[in-house]
């Protein structure tokens, strides 16, 4: 097991400061076409604006909610969360490689059909549809009942991902650190300072640092379920709380 490298320097480090909305001159989020993916709409400030709360920070903690209810869709969806660093970095400024890294904790005790997520992107082309990528996913399927997993994923310039999903013993109920870095040499995921898995490949374009709370279509079987429906009328709502986030480049 390889621990990660605290030593690295930071060249950018994100705290929330509390109010109705994270920071938008650092903070963005999918809006159009873009803004609804698997069975979830996303919120941003373009529909709900900031006064309405599209990922509001309580006590130092960015809100990523997730709720049953979207009272601006036509038909039933889930009502999701969604913000990524207008800022960009890769291999391109960063040569020696680059490091994500999110706190985070999950609404423990919801149930099973929900994704948390913390990744770096970057949408290369939408005709082909083309993108780098480097994921952590975490489905609510597998946070209890002793078959705790998570899923790592990576895009190299493609819509083609190489993922393996990994059993873990992670509390995802408490707060937990997850890190990527990328370098030349390929990916390394990192839980709480361990490494998890490594590859071979990097995505060579800069990236944004990306975290998001939404429900997938059952095309995605490993993280569907069918058991978790969206409501027509107000209902339930989780949250999703990143606590921090940092960049870091390695040095050189």
Excluded at 29 to 35: C, F, L, M, Q, Y
Aim: hydrophobic letters at 35%; one cysteine or more; charged letters at 10%.
């Amino acid at each position: 097991m390889v621990k990660s490298s605290p030593s690295w320097p930071v060249l950018q480090s994100f705290t929330f400061t509390d109010g109705a909305d994270v920071d938008r001159s650092v903070w963005q989020s999918p809006t159009g076409n873009a803004a609804y993916f698997g069975r979830t709409q996303i919120r941003n400030s373009v529909l709900y604006g900031a006064s309405g709360g599209a990922s509001p920070v309580v006590n130092g903690a960015a809100q990523l909610y997730l709720s049953t209810y979207n009272s601006l869709a036509s038909g039933q969806s889930f009502l999701g969360s969604q913000i990524s660093t207008i800022q960009q970095w890769g291999l391109t400024n960063y040569p020696n490689g680059v490091a994500f890294e999110a706190e985070v904790v999950c609404p423990a005790g919801m149930p099973g059909g929900a994704v948390t997520s913390m990744f770096s992107y970057n949408l290369l082309s939408t005709s082909p549809f083309l993108h780098d990528e480097i994921d952590f996913e975490f489905a609510s399927n597998y946070w209890s009942g002793n078959n705790e997993a998570l899923n790592t994923n990576v895009y190299l310039d493609s819509n083609n991902g190489i993922d393996s999903v990994i059993a873990t013993n992670v509390n995802f109920g408490a707060a937990n650190t997850f890190r990527i870095e990328w370098t030349p040499s390929g990916v390394v995921w990192y839980v709480n300072g361990n490494s998890i898995r490594s590859y071979g490949s990097a995505p060579q374009s800069d990236m944004s640092l990306t975290l998001n709370f939404w429900v997938p279509a059952d095309s995605w079987s490993w993280a569907y379920n069918g058991n978790l429906q969206p409501s027509g009328s107000p209902g339930t709502q989780w949250t999703y709380q990143v606590n921090s986030a940092t960049v870091y480049g390695a040095p050189s």
